[in-house]
């Protein structure tokens, strides 16, 4: 049976990434992406629609025109420092953004979407962090994502349209195949910000407070693979389309990495010292996010195969090697 999934934010990172799981689990792939943030020559899985999830009326016929099964929702913005400067931006892009998308499915009768959410929905939290933790964001960013679960519940309850809702813990790694890879201009996200700071000598790692009531005074994520994040997407879409009933799970491995300890995997992993500096915290970044991820065991038969932080630094750091050219 042919089934057809239509990627929003598919030529970003983890959309990228997802579409080629998709593509292995036998998925025909539409891409819906304004190229914001992502590249075209990423979306390698699938036609390539170029289209805002604000323009309604080209969303809409591009759902018309393609009939998907299913809509995988990654497109948004997702920064937590450029949410604090800019919330309107992101509740627009996010929240509006995901209202267009929902009517748009409304109109055209799909009734399955899956939906990037994240951890920073749950705001400040010192025990593992499992799906029934309460919701209390500490930044734009992360109100934008659980206001967007809340307004996909609702056009549940009102329409039918079933969700799952993945809220991923922080995202690294890249394709080991090397096909894509993690690439934003700037580039905000800690791993290969680190990775630079040991590859490249002008550029100096700094590290954003070193006063959190942590182990060592840095912040601790839960690093997941972004290969672990796309198999999930896969898994979640057939479950979907076998008329199961919606879910919302975790997606991170229970281990918690500081940044100083990332900082020293870096330096481990391609053999060089790296010299870190400490900047103030950053407003909106909560100490610890570890996540339990035992429901996605238990719903989707999922478990993280690629993310020890290891695995994330060195497919990491070789995409980063390509992108600029030199061989492995
Ligand atoms: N990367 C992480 O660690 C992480 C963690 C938790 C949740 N998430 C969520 O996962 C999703 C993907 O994140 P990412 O890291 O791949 O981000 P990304 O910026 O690499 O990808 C987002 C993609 O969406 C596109 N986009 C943005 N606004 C759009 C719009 N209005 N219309 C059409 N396309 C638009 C961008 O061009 C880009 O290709 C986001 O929803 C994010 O909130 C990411």
New binding site residues.
Partial sequence: MSKKVFV??G?????SHSCKAFSKAGWDIVV???????WSEFAKWGDLIE????DRQALSKAIRDTKPDLVAH?????YVAESMNHPGMYYQ?NVQ?TVNLLEAMRENEVKNIIF?????TYGISEQLITEETPQKPINPYGAS?MMAERVIQDFEQAYGIRHFILR????GGSDPDHEIGER?DPEPHVIPLAIKGATDESFKFQINGRDFDTRDGTCVRDYVHVCDLARAHALAGDYLIDGKPSQIVNLGTGQGTSILELANAVSEVIGRPLDVSYVDRRPGDPPSLVASCAKAGDVLGWKPEMSDIDTIVRTAWEWMEIEKGRTL
């Fill in positions: 929003t934010g030529a970003g990172f983890v959309g819906y992406d304004n190229l914001s943030r992502g289209g805002d999830l604000l990654f497109a948004a913005f997702a892009n953004g990037s959410s994240s951890c920073a994502k991923y813990f922080n995202a934003h």
